[in-house]
């Protein structure tokens, strides 16, 4: 079975500064990986994610991802983040085949001016 | 393109009322539909899930039903509503023809039960 860690349930940041969320996975098959933001009082919302092929996976709003299989991770950066930034993030993991995407706890992000 | 609703926006029933909240899709045919909830601090719980007409998953067993009675209707219901039903009620959609199996989320539904 697979299953999603999400180490941080918030990371506050000053505003400009570089943030990462941490995401790590465990599966004994492949996997395809996602980021979804998930602003107050709204739906989620696909951030980026990982099929196959680059590591490095760049999405919406200046984030970016790297898949680490050895590390099993798959964080989620910003070089310089923004007040509008303020939301939760979700790490998802699914597997071919199945109907499911299987999901961390959320992290919230805390833009500190 | 494709585009997923939800109603009510916004809902407040006393203990022991009735639910029913709806989410539609359109855009697309034979879309995977989920029901999930958010409680106060706590992450997505999926609670539901529906790969075609009448075809039901349940996940946790609760108080809660859910129904497909058209392609793209989802209807998620109770007949008696507790405390610990309210929270943040999120309905999503997937393509059948996905192998990723990334989700498309409608914009939510409050639901406070007092």
């Known amino acids: 079975a697979q299953s999603v860690t999400q180490l941080d349930s918030q990371v506050p940041v000053f505003e400009e500064a570089p943030v990462e969320l941490r995401c790590n996975y465990s599966?004994?098959?492949?996997?395809?990986l996602f980021w979804y933001v998930q602003y107050p009082n709204q739906g989620l919302q696909l951030l980026l994610k990982?099929?196959?092929?680059s590591t490095l996976v760049k999405g919406i709003n200046g984030f970016e991802a790297e898949f680490n299989k050895s590390q099993t991770s798959f964080h989620l950066r910003k070089p310089s983040v923004h007040i509008s930034d303020t939301a939760e993030y979700f790490c998802?993991?699914?597997?071919?085949?199945?109907?499911?995407?299987?999901w961390g706890a959320g992290t919230k992000l805390i833009i500190k001016p | 393109s494709q585009t997923i609703h939800q109603w009510p926006a916004t809902l407040v029933q006393p203990v022991g009322s009735p639910l029913s909240l709806e989410c539609t899709v359109e855009?697309?045919?034979?879309?995977?539909l989920y029901w999930y909830r958010q409680a106060a601090g706590r992450g997505l719980q999926l609670l539901f899930y529906?790969?075609?007409?009448?075809?039901i998953s349940s996940e946790v067993p609760q108080n809660l039903s859910a129904s497909r009675p058209q392609d793209r209707q989802f209807i998620l219901s109770s007949k008696k509503l507790l405390l610990s039903d309210s929270g943040f009620y999120l309905c999503?959609?997937?393509?059948?023809?996905?192998?990723?199996?990334?989700?498309?989320f409608g914009p939510g539904t409050r639901l406070t039960v007092l």
């Open positions: 599966s004994s098959v492949s996997v395809y």
């Open positions: 990982y099929l196959s092929g």
């Open positions: 529906s790969v075609g007409i009448g075809q």
């Open positions: 855009g697309t045919s034979n879309p995977n």
């Open positions: 999503a959609w997937s393509g059948r023809d996905r192998q990723d199996n990334e989700q498309f």
């Open positions: 998802a993991v699914s597997v071919r085949s199945n109907y499911q995407l299987i």
